[in-house]
Structure formats: C-alpha cells, structure tokens
C-alpha cells in the first residue's frame, strides 16, 4: 500500500472514532442507560434538571395503598443540593421521603444525580395513595431543594404496570381471598353421639366375656 493509501485510511478511521466519541457525550445524561424517557416529565432551573417525573399509583384505580413520586434528580452545580420537601399544591398528601440508605436526607451530589422509585433507590411516597388524583391526569408536583429553591412541573399520573411497575408502590394490596366452595357447605352431621359410641363399645365387651366364659365352661366339662 502506498503511503498517501495509508495516510487516507488512518485519517478516516480517526474522523470515526472521533464522531463516535462526540455522539457518546452528546447523549450525556439523556444516555439510555439511565433509562430516561424524553416524553415524561421534565424542566430545569438554575443548576437543577429533573427528568422522568412521574407520580405512580396501584394498578387498580380504587385499590388502596401508597404511590409514589418518581424522578430523576440531576445537580450539575458545583455544590450538593438536599432534597428537603415534595410536596403535591392542591392536595392534602403527605410525601415520606427515604434516602437509599434508609436514613438521612436525601441528597443529590454536585455534579450527580438521583432517582426517586425502584428498588435499591431513595424514595417520596404517598402513604395515601388515592390522593394524589386518577390514573391519566396531571398533579403538580414541587421539588423544594436546599440551594435552588422549588422546582416545580406537572407530572403524568400513571398506573404501577408495565415499565411504572419497578418504580412503582412497593407495598401493593393483596388481592382479596375468595371464598371457597366447602367453606359454604354445611358440615355434616357425626353418626352418633359419644354416649351412643360408649354404650355399643361396652355392649361389645361383655358379649366377648360371655362367649369367652362358656367357651371355658364346656372344654372344663369335657
């Protein structure tokens, strides 16, 4: 291969690579590992963006239990931020939230993020889950941070299934036991009473002494 042949292709791998690595930051944290879904919930103030907001409640509308506000929390400051309140205008729900830890506040790292919902993640939920409103609505919900302030957005109320289900309730309602079909039958009635019983089991015995006393009687007089 001639050395303009070589010097080309070199130059045209490196404009590759190159548009590979662009792409790969572009994504930032939009990147689909984060799962992020660009058609929820989402806006920025200052240095906060807030991303996949979401408030997921049961799977069935008049079922009870919790839901909870799930998010992505991202702080692209240069200091940390707490989480400190989430609140829903409007409502009277109280949202509990739990840092990932299980204890402590729940706080977004500079230059980090958070995620509100699933397993293993900090937590904002709704110990009254029928009042944060109806599957296929849209409930304002504001973040209050300890540096910016509040950063509000209205989020999608959606059912816990399908993707909502891992970010969802953990503590969804058993379903209710049916009742089985012996349980409404009527049980049926014993033979006969214990006196009864008693009476044949003692009849039995002396009938076997008696026949046990002649059997003795006639092989003594033979």
């Known amino acids: ?21 662009l792409s790969a930051c572009g994504a930032g944290n939009n990147a689909e590992t984060l799962k992020v879904r660009p058609d929820n919930a ?20 008049e079922a009870e239990g919790p839901a909870v506000v799930a998010a992505t929390l991202f702080n692209d400051g240069p200091k ?17 939230l739990q840092a990932a830890e299980g204890k402590g506040p729940v706080v977004v ?7 509100l919902g699933g397993k293993g993640n900090a937590s904002a939920v709704i110990e009254n889950g029928r009042q944060a409103g109806r599957a296929g609505d849209v409930q304002n919900v504001v973040f209050t941070f300890s540096r910016t302030g509040d950063v509000q957005l209205g989020a999608a109320i959606v059912p816990a299934t399908h993707f909502f289900k891992e ?24 033979s006969g009473t214990p006196a009864e019983s ?17 059997s003795d009687e006639a092989s003594t007089s033979h």
Do not use: C, W, Y
Request: proline share 9%; net charge negative; no cysteine.
């Open 1 to 21: 291969m001639s050395r303009s042949l070589r010097h080309g292709a070199l130059a045209a791998t490196a404009l590759v690579f190159s548009i590979g690595t």
């Open 42 to 61: 989402a806006t920025t103030v200052d240095r906060i963006k807030i991303q996949n907001a979401n408030v997921i409640i049961q799977p069935e509308q």
């Open 80 to 96: 940390q931020e707490v989480l400190e309140t989430v609140t829903l205008p409007g409502t009277g729900a109280t949202v509990k």
């Open 109 to 115: 790292p500079a230059g980090g993020r958070v995620i």
């Open 167 to 190: 970010f969802g309730p953990s503590a969804l309602p058993a379903p209710s036991p049916k009742p089985s079909e012996s349980a409404s039958e009527t049980p049926g009635e014993p």
């Open 198 to 214: 008693e009476s044949a089991s003692e009849s039995g015995s002396e009938a076997e002494s008696g026949t046990s006393t002649e």
